[in-house]
């Protein structure tokens, strides 16, 4: 059916092919169902709005939640707290706007964004409270840096008493303000004072004790002050005249009261050193009332007593010079007194002389030490005893090194000739009286070698010096002291190698000595890499070897160098190499490497055909007869048939030699000749043929009194035999001839060599010139100095004599020094020539008769002191006089 169209039917647009509205009227069936589809249409196209307007929301919460926790993370990275209430909101509200802007329906846009309103207050908000935190942590920083700025101005040691007041009241009066303000808690104020003001006191005192420990008294009873300045010492010490213990003793007192002094190497407890304390405490407050009196005594107050109790445990009484201070009784005059006593040994003891002053001004400990807990209190003692102790040792320790320093520069000067006087030691404040004594000792002691060396000088000029025995400490430093003056006179005049080492060869030759300097310069040659410096070493060793083979082994490094002039010879002499080549052959032999290859080299089939060859007796024998040693008498010429006493002694000899060789052929690098003469020369030092045996046969043993006694005066070791026949005669009541005792080696003698002492020999004899040998019951032991008595004395004689020789050298020179100051006085005078003249021969005139009198008053017919000519001479050497 029809209808009409309505006013809404109306208002559609119209066709747009005619312009005329169209109908909306069910016309027709096809009319409605184009209706109902329309409808379905509307229904789908609301659910795809749905489900868009969902994804745009999604997209905005999370676009919102990631920008606002950056937001937050932003401001927890701004310092600037003070705006966070305006900048917070502003951000915020973008972050609402961009994340908004991704919702694409209008009125869902609007919707969401007013529904977010409560998360952006909440946002807000914790980042207002962020920054109020963090305003308020800032605040408590700058806070706590003040009152850290202040702490360490009152803590600092080197602040003044006003600066540390005013840093404590400023600490103070900012923890008040901080807690008045809010900025504290009441429990944070507590924290605070107690980290700021009440560990200020006990970091002041740590670091105040560790640079004074004065600062603060360990107590005021006697045995704790001590303590603190002695400190213990489980182990004996030496200290200045004696060894000491404990708490500085030099006695230690044990639990049965007995007192001991203290020895080295006894180790006491703590409590045997309190017990030490204890009884010397009354030992020497007993000492102090018998100075002042009983009564002055007890009216002290204890800190009085127990400082003048360390006083005098230190000094051993109190010093006279605080006596009357003492006596006055007035603390303040003794204190000054005792603190007047700083200076005493160098100031060694200044700190503990300070101490006790302080002590006895009742001074004990400062207004902080009394604020500190029992812990901290025990702290701040403990560490300025350490630190005391501390302080003692490095002043002990620099006063010790710079005494030594000067000590050891005096020495020099004695040694060089710069110290001239022994006032230069004597007025030496700094040197205690033990160093001084040294000093002086070797002061004299070197001018009298010097002395004796000039002496011995002028008589090797002379021809009259005597032999030295280097065995004698004194007669080889006497050698070394010549020798020393005359090498230096040929190195100030620039002598060559060659003439240096000519000078030892001849002082060697006239004196029996090689000297220390001579010695070392071989050792240093042989022992070089350098051709040139090895050859000069070897052909030095090679003259002082054929001079006295054995001369070379006067000390450890002697067998080195002999075994280079071993070499040597060797080399140029049996092998007629040049010497150069002989040096480079030297040096291969000291070649670590080579010798590195030992046990290989001894593998070798030529090693063992060359040892097996040559360890037979009858090799050993004819080899070390030709060893480049000579055996002492030669006895192996007269008749030596065997090695030893018997077959065992034979085998053992034999073992022995084979180990040498088997070293020399090592060192010498399969040269067999010369393994042979490096053999020969060590088994000779060892070995040898005696006349002492029972025998007769001339064995070869070891050890025989040929090798480890010196030869008698007559060149022979019959000496030996005729001490050994006169003490046997004794102890028998019989007499017994010297050839009818033999003395045998045995395990002894090289213990008795080992032990420094004289070598002990089995004693065989026969009585009444039977046949039959006994062994006496002991060992026996020769006396060489006995025998070589007389000859020392004539060789001591022969000495002062070169000494008193060298008194007159001295004299001589003071009497060329007169001459000298004669004519320098007389030229810075204005003098002429000819005046001159004449004021040096009256100073030689005026020396002449000096001379006359000391010959007069000595009665001695010294022909150097008669000789008229000796001043004349000096005149014309110096120019002064002409010729006759």
Same mark, same amino acid.
């Given at each position: ?97 961009? $994340? ?13 964004? %007013? ?24 605040? %408590?920083?700058?806070?706590?840096? $003040? ?48 980290? !700021? ?19 603060? $008294? ?10 603190? #300045? ?157 630190? !005391? ?21 005096? &020495? ?47 008589? *090797? ?9 280097? *065995? ?49 310069? *071989? ?26 083979? #054995? ?58 055909? !060359? *040892? ?5 007796? &009858? ?15 030669? %006895? ?33 690098? &399969? ?71 033999? %003395? ?31 062994? #006496?019951?002991?060992? #026996? ?104």
């Amino acid at each position: 059916m029809a209808k009409l169209p309505t006013k809404e039917n109306l208002s559609r647009p119209g066709s747009f092919r005619t312009g005329t509205t169209i109908s909306s009227a069910d016309t027709s069936a096809i009319g409605r169902g184009i209706e109902s589809l329309g409808a379905s249409l509307g229904v789908v196209a609301e659910d795809i709005q749905r489900k868009q307007n969902a994804i745009d929301i999604s997209r905005a919460e999370a676009i919102y939640t990631e920008q606002s926790l950056a937001l937050q993370n932003e401001f927890e990275r701004d310092g600037d707290y003070s705006t966070f209430d305006k900048r917070a909101p502003e951000k915020s509200s973008k972050i609402v706007e961009t $994340a908004a802007d991704v919702i694409r329906d209008p009125q869902m846009r609007e919707r969401w964004r %007013l529904s977010q309103q409560p998360k952006v207050a909440r946002l807000n908000d914790s980042i207002f409270d962020m920054g109020n935190a963090l305003q308020e942590q800032a605040g %408590l920083v700058a806070f706590n840096d $003040a009152l850290e700025t202040n702490r360490r101005i009152y803590v600092d040691p080197d602040t003044n008493e006003q600066q540390k007041n005013q840093a404590l009241a400023d600490m103070e009066a900012s923890i008040e303000v901080g807690l008045g303000s809010g900025l504290l808690t009441p429990a944070q104020a507590q924290r605070t004072r107690q980290e !700021f003001i009440n560990n200020s006191q006990f970091s002041r005192g740590l670091l105040a004790v560790k640079q004074n420990p004065d600062v603060v $008294a360990a107590g005021n009873d006697s045995a704790s002050i001590l303590r603190s #300045f002695e400190g213990f010492r489980p182990k004996p010490y030496w200290d200045v005249n004696a060894y000491r213990v404990g708490y500085g003793s030099d006695t230690v007192t044990r639990p049965d009261g007995t007192v001991e002094k203290v020895r080295p190497g006894m180790v006491i407890t703590r409590a045997d050193a309190e017990r030490d304390l204890q009884r010397r405490i009354g030992e020497f407050q007993s000492v102090v009332i018998g100075q002042i009196g009983q009564d002055k005594w007890n009216s002290f107050s204890p800190n009085i007593q127990a400082a003048l109790t360390s006083v005098s445990y230190n000094y051993g009484s109190l010093p006279d010079r605080i006596i009357d201070e003492v006596e006055s009784g007035d603390p303040q005059s003794i204190a000054s007194a005792v603190a007047g006593l700083a200076g005493d040994n160098e100031g060694v003891n200044r700190n503990r002389r300070m101490r006790e002053a302080r002590i006895i001004q009742g001074d004990i400990n400062p207004a902080w030490y009394e604020s500190l807990s029992p812990e901290q209190r025990q702290q701040i003692d403990a560490t300025a005893q350490k630190t !005391f102790a501390d302080r003692q040792a490095a002043d002990v320790a620099a006063i010790r090194a710079e005494q030594t320093r000067r000590s050891e520069a005096l &020495g020099l000067g004695i040694l060089t000739g710069e110290v001239v006087a022994e006032s230069q030691i004597l007025n030496d404040e700094f040197l205690d009286d033990g160093k001084k004594a040294t000093l002086l000792r070797s002061f004299r002691s070197e001018n009298q070698d010097q002395l004796a060396a000039m002496g011995y000088i002028e008589g *090797l000029h002379a021809g009259s010096a005597p032999r030295l025995n280097p *065995l004698d400490s004194d007669q080889k430093k006497l050698g070394n002291n010549a020798y020393e003056r005359l090498e230096g006179q040929l190195v100030s005049e620039e002598a060559s190698r060659e003439q240096i080492d000519a000078l030892s060869a001849s002082f060697f030759d006239n004196s029996g000595i090689v000297p220390d300097r001579t010695q070392n310069r *071989l050792l240093n040659d042989v022992s070089s890499g350098n051709p040139q410096q090895v050859l000069q070493g070897a052909q030095l060793a090679s003259r002082l070897f054929q001079i006295d083979p #054995f001369a070379l082994r006067q000390n450890a490094q002697g067998d080195k160098i002999a075994a280079t002039a071993t070499a040597y010879d060797f080399y140029t002499q049996d092998m007629g190499l040049p010497v150069e080549a002989a040096a480079q052959k030297i040096i291969a032999l000291n070649d670590p490497e080579k010798q590195a290859k030992r046990e290989q080299f001894l593998k070798s089939d030529d090693a063992k055909e !060359f *040892l097996k060859k040559n360890s037979k007796p &009858g090799s050993i024998l004819k080899n070390i007869g030709q060893g480049g040693v000579p055996v002492v008498g030669n %006895l192996i010429g007269m008749g030596a048939a065997q090695l030893g006493f018997n077959p065992l002694q034979e085998a053992a000899i034999t073992g022995e030699y084979k180990e040498l060789l088997k070293e020399a052929y090592v060192e010498a690098q &399969g040269d067999g000749d010369l393994a042979k003469k490096f053999a020969a020369d060590r088994f000779n030092r060892l070995y040898g043929p005696t006349e002492m045996d029972a025998s007769g046969d001339m064995s070869i043993v070891r050890l025989p009194p040929e090798k480890t006694y010196p030869v008698g005066a007559d060149g022979t070791h019959q000496y030996i035999r005729q001490q050994a026949a006169d003490a046997l005669s004794e102890e028998l009541g019989a007499v017994i001839e010297p050839g009818d005792v033999f %003395l045998q080696p045995y395990d002894g003698t090289e213990k008795s060599l080992e032990l420094g002492q004289a070598p002990l020999y089995k004693v065989l004899y026969r009585a009444n010139s039977s046949d039959v040998v006994q062994e #006496f019951n002991f060992p #026996f032991s020769a006396d060489p100095r006995a025998e070589i008595d007389a000859v020392q004395e004539e060789q001591a004689d022969q000495i002062e004599t070169s000494r008193e020789r060298s008194d007159d050298v001295r004299t001589g020179i003071e009497e060329e020094n007169r001459i000298k100051d004669a004519v320098a006085k007389a030229k810075e005078g204005g003098a002429n020539p000819g005046e001159v003249r004449e004021m040096a021969l009256e100073e030689i005139r005026k020396i002449n008769e000096d001379r006359q009198k000391r010959n007069e008053q000595q009665q001695t017919d010294d022909p150097l002191l008669n000789e008229s000519n000796f001043m004349s001479q000096m005149g014309r050497d110096m120019g002064i006089m002409g010729g006759n």
